[in-house]
């Protein structure tokens, strides 16, 4: 297993369209989590599953955001009707979860809404 | 509540100096604490953690850090700066592996 792996790793797109990102944990973790990261800040937390539960949401992810996990393997994230300000980059990450596990991250997806 | 406040936005040292990167946190439970790295370009990679096993935790490329309960503080220090060390580095905490809460991070700077 090479890690966690997100896709795209880069998505530019328009005011107003939809956008959906993938994230492949790593395969035995059956905890995922999604973060959002701005210029020159910490990745703010999202969102994240235990399984195919959906555990806890962040009150920075509005009614525009969407998150999957169907089968506890791969998740999704959905932005809907983008905005300029949601341009960052989307990491996610996996973890056994429990004290003292820490979590393995991906690259990341660049998002740039022009 | 959960946070971590990194002292220093930024930190510039001379290659073969000593580095120190600040980090208090404030956990109203046990807390386990980690420093990441992020190279420009790259993912965030854990340096080391900590779990209450031991105070003085030893992490990669000659990074470690001390736990210390009494200052709330859980500091990054290496003997000698590297050329290759220059990166943003990240001090978290987390309770349980529920959530990881991040600082704003450090930027560290080597000067040849």
């Known amino acids: 297993d090479t890690g966690v792996s997100q896709d795209p790793r880069h998505k530019i797109t328009k005011r107003g369209q939809n956008v959906t990102f993938r994230c492949d944990p790593i395969s035995e973790h059956n905890r995922l989590y999604w973060y959002r990261q701005t210029l020159g800040q910490g990745p703010e937390f999202l969102t994240y599953?235990?399984?195919?539960?959906?555990?806890?949401k962040s009150r920075l992810l509005s009614d525009r955001f969407s998150a999957e996990r169907p089968k506890g393997s791969f998740s999704t994230l959905e932005i809907q009707r983008t905005e300029q300000g949601d341009s960052a980059m989307y990491l996610c990450?996996?973890?056994?979860?429990?004290?003292?596990?820490?979590?393995?991250f991906g690259q990341g997806t660049r998002l740039t809404v022009v | 509540a959960q946070s971590v406040t990194q002292l220093d936005s930024h930190v510039s040292v001379s290659e073969g100096t000593p580095v120190l990167l600040r980090c208090n946190y404030s956990?109203?439970?046990?807390?386990?604490l980690f420093w990441y790295v992020q190279h420009p370009n790259k993912g965030l990679q854990l340096l080391l953690k900590?779990?209450?096993?031991?105070?003085l935790v030893k992490g990669i490329n000659g990074f470690e850090a001390e736990f210390k309960k009494s200052e709330t503080s859980f500091h990054l220090t290496k003997p000698s700066a590297h050329m290759s060390d220059a990166a943003e580095y990240f001090c978290?905490?987390?309770?349980?592996?529920?959530?990881?809460?991040f600082g704003t991070g450090t930027s560290l700077t080597v000067i040849p």
């Open positions: 956990s109203s439970y046990s807390p386990s």
């Open positions: 978290v905490v987390s309770r349980d592996g529920n959530q990881f809460y």
């Open positions: 900590y779990t209450s096993a031991a105070t």
């Open positions: 599953f235990q399984n195919e539960a959906q555990l806890e």
């Open positions: 990450a996996s973890s056994l979860g429990g004290r003292d596990t820490e979590a393995f």
